[in-house]
């Protein structure tokens, strides 16, 4: 299931990534006095009462001389808006309700979202000074007193987060939408595809790269299940993403392979496995999201008997990192083999939350150290106690020995390769931890 997602908002300089960083638990944001230093989007995972969340440190609204700052302030209240559940406005208890809070605070109340309001730089724990009460005149209800410094006050503000946050759905196939986010560079027929299965204009189609500039999202339901399809802007190379409404798109782009269940990495079949793709995929990979190699454009290419089975082996030599995505071929445009995608989504979506009993996990890690010995080093041999799966969404197991640096990633490896040779998990990356435990503890 998708965590709650706490969007942090407000203009430069009033403490949203020292906020950020508290929540956080590290030092994960840039902090400075210098506005507008927080420039790409900056994820990270918490805890409140037991419920996990995903806080995001947004940039400031920056200032302008080109009469811009109007449509920044825009896509600033857009990010919020289009993909949190709760908002958090920071301000500044020294600098009082300036313009653009206000200006801010009337957007985020037109959206009818949840807004906390957060009066940052209260650093003396106690009664609030006077100047506090002013922020009740921007109408976002009782204002919360922080200090981001010193960590005052932030209980308080999480468990207002708290009251907004979703109820936690079943994680059933047959209760829930499937979140499928379609991601690649630009102009790799994202929006085609999605047009193709909705079987209707949905979304602008367009030859000229960046047409889509935020993620739409389009529920879709047939034979074989139902499905949240988020149509996203292409994720550019850094260097290329000059203007920053281009910036906007590729964290928008990032915050639907955060909140999707599915990732179709779509990849032009006439130019073959780039390095952006790479990047793109690899942004699903680290996620640890269920993925799907999508070849679009399969019409354009010249074909003969041999054609797919070469250029799949040229897609897993690009993409070598993640060798258990499945790689389908098809033309988002004619609609050629665009069917055979759900029966794909609905595997890769069930293996990425599979779980395996702890029993026999400990039979196969039996088999497979008697088949390929454990490494040894300087006399000393590698011992694995025991295996578990710790959790799903991706496939996450913690393996406990007497010495973590003699598990070589390439034992690790081998492990995992021993795990999906037995129980397939295609589709979805795995995790192993390593945890450390002495011949006493074990004996």
């Known amino acids: 299931m998708a965590k709650p997602i706490v969007a942090i908002v407000g203009r430069p300089n009033v403490g949203k990534s020292q906020l950020f960083n508290r929540l956080a638990g590290k030092r994960l944001s840039i902090v400075e006095d210098t506005p507008g230093i927080t ?19 947004t940039g400031g609204i920056e200032p302008s001389t080109d009469n811009e700052i109007l449509k920044f302030m825009r896509m600033q209240a857009e990010i919020a808006i289009n993909a949190a559940d709760v908002i958090v406005l920071m301000t500044d ?23 906390v309001l957060a009066v940052n730089k209260c650093d003396r ?9 002013e922020f009740y005149n921007l109408g976002l209800g009782e204002p919360y007193a922080i200090s981001a410094l010193h960590g005052y006050g932030t209980g308080d503000l999480l468990d207002a987060c708290y009251e907004y946050f979703p109820e936690e759905e079943e994680d059933e196939m047959g209760s829930r939408y499937i979140k499928v986010a379609v991601i690649g560079k630009p102009n790799v027929g994202k929006s085609s595809l999605v047009n193709q299965i909705l079987g209707e204009q949905r979304v602008i189609v367009s030859d000229i790269a960046g047409t889509t500039r935020d993620s739409v999202d389009s529920r879709f339901e047939n034979e074989k299940g139902k499905y949240l399809f988020i149509d996203t802007a292409g994720i550019r190379k850094r260097s290329r993403i000059d203007e920053k409404v281009e910036k906007f798109s590729v964290m928008r782009s990032l915050m639907a392979i955060e ?9 032009d079949a006439t130019e073959g496995v780039t390095e952006q793709d790479t990047k793109v995929a690899g942004e699903a990979h680290d996620a640890g999201k ?13 074909k003969d008997g041999k054609t797919m089975d070469q250029y799949t082996r040229r897609v897993r030599e690009g993409l070598a990192y993640m060798p258990y995505a499945p790689v389908l071929f098809l ?13 794909t989504i609905n595997a890769v979506y069930e293996q990425n939350g599979r ?16 088949r390929v010995q454990p490494p040894t080093d300087k006399g000393r041999r590698l011992k694995i106690y025991y295996i578990t799966q710790s959790g799903v969404r991706p496939p996450t197991f913690v393996c406990f020995c007497n010495d973590a640096r003699l598990f070589h990633f390439s034992y690790q490896r081998y492990l995992e390769n021993q795990i999906r040779e037995v129980y397939g998990l295609d589709g979805t990356p795995i995790r192993m931890i390593i945890r450390e435990r002495s011949d006493k503890e074990n004996g």
């Open 331 to 343: 033309s988002a445009m004619t609609g050629q083999r665009v069917p055979k995608l759900f029966d």
């Open 355 to 370: 779980r395996i009993p702890t029993g026999q996990l400990n039979s196969l890690l039996a088999e497979a150290t008697a």
């Open 39 to 57: 420039r790409d989007r900056l994820y990270a995972d918490s805890e409140w009462r037991g419920r996990a969340f995903q806080v995001v440190d």
């Open 125 to 133: 724990p106690g009664k609030e000074p006077p100047e506090f009460y």
């Open 259 to 267: 909140r999707s269940d599915v990732c179709v990495i779509m990849i």
């Open 290 to 302: 269920a993925c799907i190699i999508v070849v679009n454009k399969w019409d354009l290419v010249e």
């Open 93 to 115: 208890l020294h600098s009082g309700i300036t313009a653009t809070d206000e200006d801010v605070a009337t957007m985020l109340r037109r959206s009818r979202k949840p807004v």
